[in-house]
């Protein structure tokens, strides 16, 4: 006798199976054989810490530095960027993209005008 599944599990390999037909057919579209469980990493360019700026963000999570990319199309560039978690001189830093700069920080602090 075979063993009956519930109806919640019986709706969930039913999606299950449908998610996994879907994503099969894009796969064939793409004309590529993708393995199971594959990773796949986004491009990065390195860039190197050369100063920090200073604290940014409501509760100062973030650090901003000024940082030079090491290669890419924008090798040598100086570039400003926050940082989240922690971070010194000399860190390498791997960007996803290198054309977009943070802002300046401001001076003023709670309350002020600027």
């Known amino acids: 006798?075979?063993?009956e599944q519930k109806p919640?599990?019986?709706?969930?390999?039913?999606?299950?199976q449908s998610f996994d037909r879907k994503n099969k057919r894009k796969d064939e579209q793409a004309g590529e054989e993708v393995k199971k469980g594959a990773i796949f990493f986004t491009n990065s360019w390195s860039a190197r810490v050369?100063?920090?700026i200073g604290r940014t963000g409501m509760r100062g999570e973030a650090t901003q530095v000024r940082c030079k990319?090491?290669?890419g199309k924008d090798q040598n560039k100086i570039i400003v960027r926050n940082?989240?978690?922690p971070v010194q001189?000399?860190?390498l830093?791997?960007?996803r993209e290198t054309e977009i700069e943070a802002k300046q920080?401001?001076?003023?602090g709670r309350g002020s005008s600027s």
């Open 105 to 108: 920080l401001s001076k003023g």
């Open 50 to 52: 050369e100063e920090i």
């Open 89 to 91: 001189l000399g860190d």
């Open 83 to 85: 940082v989240k978690g």
């Open 93 to 95: 830093l791997m960007l």
């Open 1 to 3: 006798m075979a063993e």
């Open 8 to 16: 919640e599990e019986k709706q969930f390999e039913e999606k299950k």
């Open 69 to 71: 990319i090491l290669e």
